[in-house]
């Protein structure tokens, strides 16, 4: 089964293809959670993967067949997060996490696609190592000195690339949204 | 103006990121938690407008005796079996004819041809033959009355037909509230669900797919056909109504239903490994020596005039689906589906199933 049908027979109410996309996804959707809650509480990672997996369910209709894994993605690390604060625990301090711009808007459904484009542009603009400390930091909420360890060079370093990455998509936001 | 970098990024098409998988959690259990969730997350339905003011007196007439929730009421046939029957199996579908018709290139021989990739049928309710609803279902057709409400919402069952053998049923819902019932969500096949988003949700602890019925709905009541299936004991049939913004969802009212103990006229086939009522069949595909870790993807019903009713064609060939709502239940080995038309099964001829023909008696 190729994952355009399986998506297709998931919209049909198929619980197999659910099952199908659980058996391909469980370990990628994992480590989303697992780097976000940490790896000490499977109860809890169990419970926001499968969070993941039955939002892909209730949402199956909207999901194009080329973006299922990024979905899962998504919704896993939104889960996660929102599992944190349920915890009473906040996601870590971010470096510089606020981008100060221009005013535009976001209300009408144009500006929010706009405003998606433009941010998935910016992401897909940054090379490596860049965009995965990019990611590691603003979209996993890993640490400064955790990415650090993790890749291997200087925390500067790290601070660095998430300057650049953080002008990309400021640039990127002005140009096409102000 | 502000914008957090972290937040931006919560609506990322995240497959640009490439990780380690981890191992931690193992799919399996995954699957067992997920379905669960599914099963618990099932939602409301419909009826049409007669036989809702009908059944709306009803409820009050429960209310007003202090009768609670979930008390057994007994069942009487619906005033209006035809009416109640419209709603599932003569509305047009909510795809208005949207039949999903894709082809694809093939390169044969040097020459580029069509190929049919996708045949889907937009899942029409197919037009109802009285005769034979009358036949085998209106007795089955049972008038509720039960209701529940949570905050604004009152959810109000309408009326049920059920086999109990079969282990599958309709129920008819609506879910009313003054102020608006906005937060749901309906798929292109017409089906309902609740996202996360939604500040409330409907959902039944028994696997179903429910559709809307636009015939009826209006912005302040849902009308809502459900099709259910009971094949093995999940325990009380419960629905319930209640926050779905919440992350637990524990803020909710529940409502218990009673089910009817006896079942429409049937066919048999294989010694029992087959049987097919008019609303639908089960299969054991451990019998038939069918995997059991797939559904099955070939059933079609051939009739004493030579005529056909493919129930499953997933191949090359095309994409059929004529069933309603279909499970493959793991523990049981049982799959069990519920047609989206009524079937006249004393003029079955033979069922074929993967390719293996069971003639009728």
């Not at chain 2, 502000?2 to 191992?23: C, G, H, Q, T, Y």
């Amino acid at each position: 089964m190729t994952e355009s049908w399986a998506l297709r027979a998931l919209k049909a109410g198929d619980t197999s293809a659910l099952e199908w996309f659980i058996d391909r996804y469980t370990g990628y959707v994992s480590a989303v959670v697992i780097n976000i809650i940490g790896s000490g509480r499977r109860e809890d990672i169990e419970e926001i993967v499968s969070d993941a997996f039955f939002v892909l369910w209730q949402n199956a209709g909207k999901i194009k067949a080329s973006g299922v894994k990024g979905y899962l993605a998504g919704v896993a690390r939104n889960k996660a997060v929102d599992f944190l604060r349920s915890q009473g625990a906040e996601t870590l301090p971010l470096e510089e996490d606020v981008l100060v711009l221009p005013d535009y808007t976001t209300e009408d459904e144009m500006g929010k696609a706009c405003e998606r484009w433009a941010v998935q542009e910016a992401v897909l603009s940054m090379e490596w190592p860049e965009r995965e400390i990019f990611l590691r930091h603003y979209f996993l909420f890993q640490p400064v000195r955790d990415i650090a360890r993790l890749m291997d060079m200087p925390e500067n370093t790290v601070k660095t690339h998430l300057r650049r990455g953080r002008e990309k998509l400021k640039g990127l936001l002005e140009k096409e949204l102000t | 103006m502000e914008k957090r970098i972290s937040e931006l990024l919560s609506d990322l098409d995240a497959s640009v990121i490439e990780f380690p998988e981890s191992n931690v959690v193992s799919a399996d259990r995954i699957k067992e938690i997920t379905m669960k969730k599914i099963n618990e997350n099932k939602r409301a339905l419909h009826v049409r407008s007669k036989a809702a003011r009908i059944m709306l007196i009803a409820a009050a007439f429960v209310m007003a005796l202090g009768i609670c929730a979930g008390a057994y009421m007994g069942f009487t046939q619906h005033d209006d079996p035809a009416g109640v029957l419209h709603s599932f199996f003569e509305q047009e579908s909510y795809a208005k004819g949207d039949r999903i018709v894709e082809y694809e290139n093939v390169e044969v021989d040097g020459e580029i041809y069509e190929k049919l990739k996708t045949n889907m049928p937009a899942w029409e309710r197919m037009p109802l033959d009285k005769a034979v609803a009358e036949k085998y279902i209106y007795p089955y057709v049972y008038g509720m009355g039960e209701t529940m409400t949570w905050e604004d919402y009152t959810l109000t069952v309408e009326a049920m037909v059920y086999d109990a053998p079969m282990g599958c049923g309709l129920l008819y819902y609506t879910i009313e509230n003054p102020k608006g019932v906005e937060g749901y969500d309906v798929w292109v096949n017409g089906e309902v669900n609740w996202p996360v988003s939604s500040p409330w949700y409907a959902a039944f602890l028994h696997p179903e797919h429910s559709y809307i019925d636009e015939e009826q709905t209006t912005d302040t009541k849902l009308y809502l056909c459900s099709y259910f299936v009971t094949v093995r004991d999940w325990g009380d049939f419960e629905i319930r109504l209640g926050d779905g913004g919440e992350f637990k969802r524990a803020n909710r009212s529940t409502l218990i239903l009673e089910l009817p103990g006896e079942g429409m006229d049937s066919i048999s086939l294989d010694g029992g490994n087959v049987t097919v009522s008019p609303i639908g069949m089960s299969v054991d595909k451990e019998a038939l020596g069918l995997s059991l870790t797939n559904d099955i993807d070939h059933i079609t019903l051939r009739f004493d005039d030579g005529s056909e009713y493919i129930v499953e064609q997933d191949d090359d060939e095309a994409f059929i689906s004529n069933s309603a709502y279909a499970i493959s239940d793991s523990d049981t080995h049982l799959s069990c589906r519920l047609f989206n038309s009524i079937i006249d099964i004393d003029s079955i001829a033979e069922v074929e199933i993967e390719g293996q023909v069971f003639k009728a008696e």
